[in-house]
C-alpha cells in the first residue's frame, strides 16, 4: 500500500511515547485479527453462489455513490458516515464496523459478494455493531486517518502487513480505532480467521473488557493524531537544491534495472509494482535542468518508460494504463483504471516525446486521451473516476484474448503477425487467457518476419482497430461516473499540457471544457469549490487536493492559451484556499477546511504518493503565482509550506517526489540554493520581492548571501534570527546599495534597542565584520518600545516580534566582479526573568559591481525597502 509509507517509517523511527511502548493487552488479544488480500486463495475467484432477489433497500439507496449504491441492497443494514451513524452507536452503546473502499475495488467486490451478501454474517453484524460504508474517493479525509489507524494498529501487533481497500476497521462510538485488516473471508482458512471470528471477538471483547478496549483506542487515537502531523523542527537548517538531488537519489534506490521502474524493492522482487508518477515527474524535471547526472537519469527514465507502455499494464487496444502490475515484468496488471494515474502518465509521455522526439512516447499520450475521451468523458465535458477490473467476478475477462478469439478477428496471415507481436505466440502467464504486450519491438519482430517495419506497423494499427471493435461488444465493465474536482484538475491540467505540448488545440478545447462545467456546476453560492458531481448535483465540501489540482490545471490553461481569465480564477480559488485550509501557526496547509467536521484527527502531510500531496502541489502553483502575478504573498505561502515539511522531506526523501520538484521549482524562481527554515539562516532577496512579467521589465535578480555563525553553535537555540536583503541587483564602483536586515524574535523574548535605555544594556548593533574596505552608513534602528520589569525603575527600551534594520553598504572605488560581503548582527535576547549572553551573527555573500559606463544597477526587493523601520 503505497499512500501512506512515509507515515509507516515515522512510527517505526519515531521517538514518541507509542513507539517505546509495550503492547497493550487489548492489542495482543486482537492481534490475530489480521487478514490480508494477497493470503486469499485463487480458487475464489469467480465463485459467487447463484443470484439471489435483491433484498430490501438499506440507507444507501439514497446516496449519489456509485460505491455507495452497490451496497444499497446488501443485508446489512449500512449507514453512511453522518451524525446519524454516530449518534445511533451512541445511544445504542455498540461499535462501529467501517468499511471504505472504491467502485473499481476488486477485493472490494469480491468481500461484499462472499461476506456483505451473506444472510447470517449480516444478521450478526446488524445486531452487534453500527454498519458504516465510506467511499474513500469522496471521503479522503476517513480514509486518510482511518488508513494510519490501521497501520498503526498493525505495527503494535506486530504485524508486517500493510494496509489496502477494503479497509476493514472496528471504532468505538466516539470514533477511535479499536482494531481491524483489509479482506476477511467468510470462514475461517487455515491460520488466519474468518470474518464471523473477528466479529465475535469484537463483540465479545467490547462486552466483557469496555475500559481497556476504550483506554486502548484512546492511546492508538493519540498516536494517529501525533503522526498526522508533521515535526515541527528540521535538524537540517535550509531545504536546498542539494535536499532534492538527495531526494532523487533516494528515488533512484527503487529502480529496477532489470525491468524498469522506481517502485522496486530487490528484497521482494516479484512485489507488485505502481508507475508511482510523481516520481517519474521528478526525475524528468531533473534531465531538464541538464545537471551531471542527467544522461543516467534519462537512460533509467526512458528505460521505465519504454517497458511500462511495452507491457500488459498499457492497453493497446483501447489506449490508458491499469492501475499496477501484480509481476515485475509490468505484463498482468490489476486492471481497473484510474483518472489519476492517466492523467499525471499522459503529461510524462507528452513530456518525454518533447524531450526526445521519440514517437512511441507520443503515441503512448495520445493513446491515453483517446482512452479518456472515447471511456471517461461526460457530456458536459468533465472526467469519470474509474473502470471497473472485473466482469461477472472475473478480473481482467474484459481485457484478455484466447488465440481463437484472436484468429476469428484476423485472417490467418494477420494472426501470424499479430501473435509475434503482441505475445501470443508464447505461454500465457494469466490463468483468464492473453494479456496483450510487445513481447519484443516491433522492428525487430518486422525483421524476422521480412517486413519493413513501416508496412507492418500500419497492419497492426489495422488489426487492433478490428480487435477493439470486437472487445466493444463484450459486457461493459461497470464505471465509476462521479466527477470528483481534484482528479478533474489533473486531468484538465494534462489535456492543457499535452494540447500544448503536441500542438493539439483540440486537447485545449477539452480541458477549456471541463474547467468551465467544474467552475459552474462544483462551487457553492459562496464560491467555495465542493468534492464531487453526480448527474450535475454537487455535494461534500472540497478538500485541499481539490483547490490545489483544480488551481494547477487552471495554470497550465492560461500558459496553453494566454487567457487571463484563467490567471484570475486560479488566483482567486488560491486565495480561498490560505483562507480555508492554511495553518497559522506552523504553515502548510491542512487537507480538510478550519469549518471541516472534526474527527479524530485533522492531517497536513506533504506525502507523495500515486497522487501527488495537496501541499506539494500549492507550493508549485504559488510559485507560479508568484511570477506570474507579482505578488509576494504568494512566494511567502510557498516558503512557508517548504519550510513547514522540511523535517517530513529529509526523512522520507524517495516518499516526497513532487515536494522535492515543485520546491527545486520555487528554489530556482528565487534564485536561492536554500530556503529558510526554523532560526533564520539566510540573507536573501528575492522571497518578498515582486516579480514583473512583461519581458521589457527586468525581473529582480536576488542577491544570495548565507548566514555563517560566528561559532558553530551561534544560532542553537536563537531568540533573535536574522536575514538580509539587498536593495539593487549590483552595484557601482564606489556608489553604495540599500541593505535591510530582517530580525524575528520569538514570542516571549525580546532584545534591546538602538539606542539603547538604560545606556548601561547593550544594543541591538549593525556593523562591517572583519577588515573589509566596506562602510556601513545611514543606519536606521526602529524605534523601540518601553517595556517595564518587575523590581527596576526606568523602563527597558526593547523590540519584540519582527523589526527591520536599513543602512546603506559603500563599496571602495577600485572594486570589479564579485566582492564578498560580511555583516555583524549583535543583539542580546532576554525574557522577563533573564538575559542570554550576547550574540553575533554574521551574515555573508557577495554582490556584482558593475563596471562604469555599462549597465545600470536595477532595484530588488522593493516590498521590504517599503516597509517602515518599526513592527
Same mark, same amino acid.
Given at each position: ?6 507515515? %509507516? ?9 507509542? =513507539?517505546r &511502548? ?11 485479527i ?27 439507496v *439514497?446516496?449519489? #455513490? ?16 453522518? %451524525?446519524e451513524?454516530l ?25 461484499e459478494?462472499?461476506?456483505f ?10 445486531e452487534?455493531?453500527i454498519?458504516?460504508?465510506v467511499?474513500r ?5 476517513l ?15 506486530? #504485524? ?5 481497500w ?29 470474518f ?35 515535526p515541527?523542527f528540521s ?17 533512484? %534506490? ?73 509481476d ?6 490489476h ?10 502518465? /499522459? ?6 516525446y ?6 512511441r ?18 457530456k458536459?465535458?468533465?472526467? +469519470? ?13 474484459? +481485457? ?7 484468429q476469428?478477428?484476423l485472417?490467418p ?5 499479430? /501473435? =509475434? ?31 519493413? =517495419? ?13 480487435? !477493439?471493435? @470486437? ?10 461516473d ?7 484538475g ?9 494540447g ?11 480541458a ?5 462545467? !467544474?467552475?459552474?456546476?462544483l ?5 467555495r ?5 453526480? *448527474?450535475d ?37 488560491t486565495? *480561498? ?22 474527527l479524530?484527527a ?8 500515486v ?40 526523512q ?8 522535492? &520538484?515543485?520546491?527545486?521549482?520555487f ?6 540554493q536554500?530556503?529558510?527554515n526554523g532560526?533564520?539562516?539566510l540573507?536573501?532577496g ?15 535578480s ?9 561559532e558553530?553553535?551561534?544560532? @542553537?537555540?536563537?531568540? /533573535? ?8 541587483? $549590483? ?24 539606542? $539603547? ?11 562591517i /565584520? ?48 564579485e566582492?564578498p560581503?560580511?555583516i ?22 557577495s ?19 517599503r ?5
Open positions: 500500500m503505497q499512500r501512506h509509507k512515509g507515515h %509507516t517509517q515515522a512510527l517505526s523511527n519515531s521517538n514518541g511515547q507509542f =513507539a &511502548m509495550r503492547l497493550l493487552p487489548i492489542i495482543a488479544l486482537f492481534g490475530v489480521l487478514s490480508g488480500m494477497l493470503s486469499v486463495p485463487q480458487s475464489l475467484f469467480g465463485q459467487d453462489a447463484a443470484k439471489k432477489p435483491p433484498h430490501k433497500a438499506n440507507r444507501l *439514497n446516496e449519489s #455513490s456509485p460505491y455507495l449504491l452497490q451496497h444499497a441492497y446488501n443485508p446489512v443494514d449500512w449507514y453512511p458516515w453522518g %451524525t451513524a449518534d445511533a452507536a451512541r445511544k445504542q452503546d455498540k461499535p462501529i464496523f467501517l468499511s471504505i473502499g472504491y467502485s473499481s475495488c476488486f477485493w472490494c467486490h469480491v468481500m459478494r462472499k461476506v451478501e451473506n444472510e447470517e454474517i449480516a444478521k450478526f453484524m446488524n452487534h455493531f454498519c458504516i460504508k467511499d474517493e469522496e471521503r479522503p479525509d480514509d486518510e486517518i482511518y488508513m494510519l489507524s490501521l497501520q498503526v494498529y498493525f505495527q503494535l501487533s506486530g #504485524s508486517g502487513q500493510g494496509g489496502g477494503p479497509l476493514s476497521i472496528f471504532l468505538t462510538p466516539a470514533g477511535e480505532p479499536i482494531a481491524g485488516g483489509t479482506y476477511f473471508p467468510p470462514e475461517d482458512l487455515p491460520g488466519r480467521p474468518g464471523p471470528s473477528v466479529l465475535n471477538q469484537l463483540n465479545d471483547a467490547w462486552n466483557q473488557q469496555k475500559p481497556a478496549v476504550q483506554r486502548t483506542a484512546t492511546a492508538l487515537s493519540n498516536e494517529v493524531k501525533r503522526l498526522s502531523q508533521p515541527a535538524e537540517g537548517g535550509a531545504v536546498n537544491l542539494k535536499d532534492v538531488q538527495d531526494s532523487v537519489e533516494s528515488v533512484l %534506490t527503487h529502480y529496477d534495472p532489470v525491468d524498469g521502474g522506481f517502485d522496486f524493492n530487490p528484497k521482494v522482487p516479484d512485489k507488485p509494482k505502481f508507475p508511482v508518477p510523481s516520481r517519474l515527474m521528478l526525475l524528468q524535471s531533473q534531465i531538464a535542468r541538464n545537471t551531471e547526472n542527467s544522461t543516467e537519469l534519462a537512460q533509467k527514465l526512458d528505460k521505465t518508460l519504454d517497458e511500462m507502455s511495452d507491457g500488459g499494464i498499457y492497453d493497446h487496444l483501447g489506449g490508458g494504463f491499469h492501475r499496477y502490475s501484480t515485475r515484468e509490468w505484463l498482468i496488471p486492471f481497473e483504471k484510474m483518472l489519476y494515474d492517466n492523467a499525471q502518465l /499522459a503529461e510524462v509521455y507528452a513530456e518525454a518533447q524531450r526526445t522526439r521519440k514517437k512516447y507520443r503515441e503512448i499520450a495520445e493513446g491515453i486521451m483517446q482512452f479518456v475521451l472515447n471511456e471517461m468523458t461526460d458536459s465535458g468533465a472526467f +469519470y473516476s474509474a473502470l471497473d477490473a472485473e466482469t461477472d467476478g472475473v478480473e481482467g475477462q474484459y +481485457y484478455v484474448w484466447s488465440k481463437e478469439e484472436v476469428n478477428v485472417n496471415n494477420g494472426y501470424r503477425y499479430f /501473435a =509475434a507481436v503482441y505475445g501470443l505466440d508464447q505461454e500465457s502467464k494469466f490463468e483468464q487467457g492473453y494479456v496483450l504486450h510487445l513481447s519484443r519491438p516491433v522492428s525487430e519482430t518486422a525483421q524476422q518476419l521480412g517486413l519493413p =517495419a513501416e508496412e507492418l506497423e500500419t497492419r497492426l494499427s489495422r488489426m487492433r482497430a478490428e480487435l !477493439l471493435k @470486437k472487445r466493444l461488444t463484450r459486457k461493459p465493465l461497470r464505471r465509476d462521479k466527477i470528483l474536482t481534484s482528479w478533474n489533473l486531468m484538465i491540467r494534462a489535456f492543457a499540457r499535452t500544448k505540448i503536441l500542438q493539439r488545440q483540440d486537447y485545449v478545447e477539452h477549456n471544457k471541463a474547467a468551465l462545467y !467544474l467552475l459552474s456546476t462551487r457553492d453560492r459562496e464560491g469549490l465542493l468534492r464531487t458531481a453526480m *448527474n448535483k454537487a455535494s461534500l465540501p472540497a478538500y485541499l487536493d481539490d483547490y490545489a489540482f483544480l488551481v494547477s490545471g487552471l495554470l497550465a490553461l492560461h500558459d496553453a492559451t494566454g487567457e487571463e481569465k484563467w490567471l484570475n480564477t486560479a488566483r482567486l480559488l486565495d *480561498n484556499q490560505i483562507n480555508q485550509f492554511w495553518d497559522r501557526d506552523r504553515g502548510g496547509f491542512f487537507f480538510t477546511s478550519h469549518d471541516h467536521e472534526s479524530i485533522r492531517t497536513k502531510s506533504a506525502y507523495d504518493s497522487i501527488p500531496s495537496g501541499n506539494s502541489v500549492s507550493i508549485q502553483n504559488l510559485t507560479k503565482l508568484a511570477s506570474l502575478t507579482g505578488d509576494s504573498i504568494y512566494a511567502n505561502h510557498a516558503q512557508q509550506t517548504i519550510d513547514a515539511f522540511a523535517s517530513q522531506f529529509r522520507s526523501l524517495a516518499s516526497l517526489p513532487y515536494f522535492a &520538484m515543485a520546491t527545486q521549482a528554489l530556482i524562481s528565487q534564485g536561492n536554500s530556503v529558510p532560526a533564520g539562516n540573507f536573501t528575492g522571497v518578498s520581492a515582486p516579480m514583473n512579467p512583461k519581458p521589457e521589465t527586468p525581473k529582480e536576488p542577491i544570495i548571501v548565507s548566514l555563517t555563525p560566528a558553530p553553535d551561534s544560532l @542553537k537555540d536563537a531568540k /533573535a534570527s536574522p536575514r538580509g536583503f539587498f536593495g539593487l541587483n $549590483a552595484v557601482t564602483a564606489g556608489g553604495a546599495v540599500p541593505v535591510a536586515i530582517e530580525i524575528t524574535i520569538a514570542e516571549g523574548w525580546h532584545i534591546n534597542a538602538n539606542p $539603547a535605555q538604560p545606556d548601561f544594556v547593550i544594543p541591538t548593533e549593525l556593523k /565584520a572583519g577588515d573589509s574596505k566596506l562602510k556601513l552608513s545611514n543606519i536606521q534602528y526602529p524605534k523601540g518600545h518601553q517595556f517595564k520589569l518587575e523590581g527596576i525603575d526606568q523602563a527597558l527600551s526593547v523590540y519584540e516580534g519582527k523589526v527591520l534594520v536599513k543602512a546603506l553598504l559603500h563599496i571602495p572605488e577600485g572594486s570589479q566582479g566582492i560581503v560580511k555583524q548582527l549583535q543583539s542580546q535576547a532576554c525574557d522577563s526573568k533573564s538575559c542570554l549572553a550576547p550574540k553575533r551573527v554574521i551574515l555573508q555573500g554582490i556584482k559591481v558593475l563596471p562604469a559606463g555599462g549597465d545600470q544597477p536595477q532595484p530588488i526587493n522593493q516590498a521590504i525597502f516597509e517602515t523601520t518599526s513592527k
